[in-house]
């Protein structure tokens, strides 16, 4: 053979084996249709009929349109997408309307979800309604999108989850009835931690959870972002993070952790009438329970039993470096936030800083835990440039037996506003489980708030719960600028946090701000 026909056969196996790459990496639209069949290709012309089809078959970097239509049909992803092909893609078909409707399904005993992902990475759940998933049995969880096991950039996103029901009358104890969920994502791997997982622009509502939550991130999940989230509506915890429940197998990563809650709608949820519970304010809005490293930033939560929550249930266990900041709080039936074990058998609230929040009439139930309550076991916390203004209840500050040793402060308080129009004698306090009759008594006793003040803050129009600050509030430029590694760069609105050094206090930065 000449040297020229030797190069062009070597060309020719060249562009062989190129052609044959691309093809390999070739992304492909599968369709699904209410008309469709599993023996058809899964073109928009010949779609497939049942979803769980297209995940069997879907390769990396595809993409499986659902066209409109309900479907009483479950999904369980087993296969990954990469970081050089792409995520696989479950989508609603844009501009169409999809539908999961578990109504003619019956869960079965153990876990089981209308949508299941099991040791995943690369996986996008996007733009579904999944509904209708419900049982009375004891003994099972039924769920709307679970995540299980170990991996990385998986990404549920503007989905409709509701109607997800554990209706069981059955409870062992207070707390401990059955489980339900919305959206959960369970962290099981001892090597490999869920990461890189986003909670986006869901609707999640009307569940009823049992002893459960509506959105949960639980074990070893390192690395995660929950936002844009509306969650309402609900007989349990709205979001929750979690960590020593024995998810994972090694106690070391047996947290969530390095993760943001931010930008969600969270309200109406309540607890009372849950067979689980009694009839106390016993759920909350977003609760950090056992979790680590968590920024908690310009959430909205009102009319739930508990605004924010920064606690650990378990003995030994610790919720620790937590950033709580540019939330508004308000009309929640117990205290809008609440930091520490509720007895002396749980864990600890440590190095969680709550800055910048606003807080306006909570304990609508008047159960003595006031706006902001401390518990059990507290260390080295922080409370500062804070609005407090009291409800009917007259309670500003309540505080349990939480000092764990004499020299590290439980809660330092500080730059904060406090107010009750009926005034600070009328008003109650208690810190390290000790009553004051005034506010003025409490900062000379305490040592505590000594920048703050008990002031109006004039609100704009608190009675349509338009909480920005009037231009002569006593809140404008009063904070203590603490840098932006913690107050953050934007307030609740989305403008600069910071105008030079000024900070104004609570969640709401003023348009006009002296330099």
Known sequence: MSSINRLLVDVFLILMLSTAGIANTVNTDLYVATNGKDSNPGTIENPLRTIQHAADIAKPGDTVHVRAGSYCQQLAVKVSGNAQQGFITFQSQPGEHAVLDGGCLTPPAGEASMVELTNVSFVRVQGFEIRNYRTSDYHSAPGGIRVFGGGSHIEILHNDVHHIEQNSAHRLRPGSGANGFGIAVYGTDATTPISDLVIDGNDVHHLKTGSSESVVVNGNVAGFRITKNSVHDNNNIGIDVIGFEHTAPDPAVDRARDGVVSENSVYSITARGNPAYGEGPDSDG???????????????VHDVDFGIELASEHLGGSTSHIIARNNLIYSCHGPGFSIGGYDLKRGTTEDAII???????????????????????????????????????????????????????????????????AGSKAAKWTYDEKDFSTFEEYVSATG????????????????????????????????????????????????????????????YETLLQAM
């Not at 977003?286 to 909205?300: F, S």
């Open 355 to 421: 800055v910048n929040n606003t807080l306006y009439r909570n304990d609508t139930w008047k159960t003595g835990q006031g706006e902001f309550l401390m518990q059990f076991y507290m260390r080295n916390n922080v409370f500062k440039n804070n609005i407090v203004y009291v409800g009917e209840h007259g309670r500003a500050l309540a505080s349990r037996s939480g000092r764990m040793d004499g020299s590290t402060p439980t809660v330092t308080l500080d730059h904060n506003i406090y107010y009750f129009p």
């Open 448 to 507: 505590n708030d000594q920048n703050s003040r008990f002031m109006d803050p004039r609100f704009a129009d608190a009675a349509s719960n338009n909480f920005h600050l009037e231009p002569d509030s006593p809140a404008r430029n009063g904070g203590d600028n603490l840098g932006t590694p913690i107050v953050g760069d934007q307030d609740l609105d989305g403008r600069p946090r910071l105008k030079g050094t000024k900070i104004d206090i609570g969640c």
């Open 286 to 300: 977003i609760y950090v329970d056992g979790g680590t490293r968590i920024l908690i930033e310009r959430n909205l």
